[in-house]
């Protein structure tokens, strides 16, 4: 798969966990632990709409660090917000660049769904046409990173030099801004 022709669908984490937004930090961070996950969505509980995010990193800096109750603080209270969609059509680069102009790890991967007396090509402007498919994270990126190094050791092609250089250069970014390893 050539860097030019890959959609953040194709990289993007399928497994969407979601909480109440009346969940308690310690149920959000029993249920990430058990699904294996970083983060989850919190979905409102009279809409049933995405509201936000809770984070590994939220739970740390506002409950663990600040010393407060796990029993007691709400998803709703430490979640991220507002979420940052992308379009799941989009391409990496796309995704890096909108993580990096909000200064966000993570956005919501969404489709657009046509609803009654909507066209499939109108603007993703309207929440209710939104259906959250995933999510993407630095580590898809370097997830995708590694995987198409492999594939790139097979069929060289330099036609992708651009694109694969754009990545990298993003994969160094989070590196350094933010201490990863």
Do not use: W
């Amino acid at each position: 798969m050539s860097s030019q022709s890959v959609k953040v669908s194709d990289i993007m984490t399928k497994k969407l966990e979601t909480v109440r937004s009346s969940s308690t930090a310690q149920d959000v961070a029993i249920r990430m632990r058990d699904k294996q996950v970083s983060s989850v969505l919190v979905i409102d509980d009279k809409n049933g709409r995405p509201q936000g995010i809770v984070t590994e990193r939220d739970l740390s800096r506002k409950v663990c660090v600040s010393d407060k109750n796990s029993n007691t603080m709400l998803s709703s209270q430490i979640m991220s917000s507002p979420l940052i969609p992308i379009n799941a059509d989009s391409s990496p680069t796309d995704a890096a660049d909108l993580m990096l102009k909000n200064n966000v790890r993570h956005l919501l991967v969404v489709m657009a769904e046509p609803s009654q007396g909507k066209d499939k090509n109108e603007s993703m402007d309207d929440e209710s046409v939104l259906k959250p498919i995933g999510i993407i994270t630095p580590m898809d990126f370097t997830r995708f990173e590694a995987t198409s190094t492999l594939e790139e050791n097979k069929n060289v092609d330099d036609g992708d030099e651009d694109e694969d250089h754009i990545i990298k250069n993003i994969l160094n970014y989070y590196k350094n801004a933010f201490n990863f390893a």
